[in-house]
């Protein structure tokens, strides 16, 4: 079963306007992390923004804020003021406890953004 | 170094033939993470390391793949008798903490392509 689900494949947003990309998650552990990342075209991945399942307050990191709705399992990037240079593959990604010890980090299929001029 | 390091950047392996793939992570960094990245996908976890120890090495596609971080620093991915299935960017990431709320940091990637 899918654990990370973007559903927006790609996006076009208009620049200096807001944008939100989709992220819902799956999991039965009380205790997870949410994470961004940001995949430019030269492939190098490029952290955001995080929130933990515990973090009552939404995740802000600058231009980019996450909106946790724990009840809905949904973890929405927000982009607000969107410049040329945001253009990029965005992946939400889940990391929980592992069965066998440790962490293993899920991550979605991506959503394609574009900013247009 | 200053970030995680990943050699070689680009590789070029006849089908059959092995490679190893090699991951340099941040000083100090606990976990250190193997992901298999297909064109056009998401990263796939492939293992995971808390210091020497191969925690989690469910994501291994095959017996053909192998990780091993003997002294809890420099990691290594190992691929037996590679096959065209195997080309994808190979990313390593570190963590300096092995909690959830860890960043990660990653590599530039290891864009392995069988032929």
């Known amino acids: 079963a899918q654990k990370i689900t973007q559903t927006q494949p790609g996006m076009f947003v208009q620049e200096k306007e807001a944008v939100t990309l989709d992220c819902t998650y799956d999991t039965s552990d009380q205790s997870y992390g949410l994470f961004w990342y940001k995949q430019p075209s030269s492939g190098e991945m490029i952290f955001l923004i995080y929130q933990g399942s515990y973090d009552e307050q939404n995740a802000t990191e600058g231009r980019y804020s996450l909106n946790f709705q724990k009840a809905r399992k949904s973890a929405n990037l927000v982009i607000s003021a969107s410049q040329l240079g945001d253009s990029a593959m965005y992946f939400c990604a889940m990391r929980e406890p592992s069965p066998t010890g440790g962490f293993k980090t899920i991550f979605g299929a991506g959503t394609r953004l574009f900013v247009k001029a | 170094g200053a970030g995680v390091s990943q050699s070689p950047r680009y590789k070029v392996a006849k089908r059959g033939q092995d490679v190893a793939l090699r991951c340099d992570p941040i000083s100090g960094h606990v976990s250190l993470f193997w992901y298999q990245q297909a064109l056009g996908q998401g990263p796939e976890f492939l293992t995971y390391f808390q210091n020497e120890a191969q925690l989690d090495k469910s994501g291994l596609p095959s017996d053909r793949f192998f990780a091993e971080r003997p002294e809890g620093s420099v990691s290594t991915l190992k691929i037996q008798r590679t096959q065209q299935e195997d080309s994808a960017v190979y990313l390593c990431?570190?963590?300096?903490?092995?909690?959830?709320?860890?960043?990660?940091?990653f590599g530039q990637g290891t864009r392995l392509t069988v032929v």
């Open positions: 990431a570190s963590s300096h903490r092995d909690r959830t709320a860890a960043e990660a940091f």
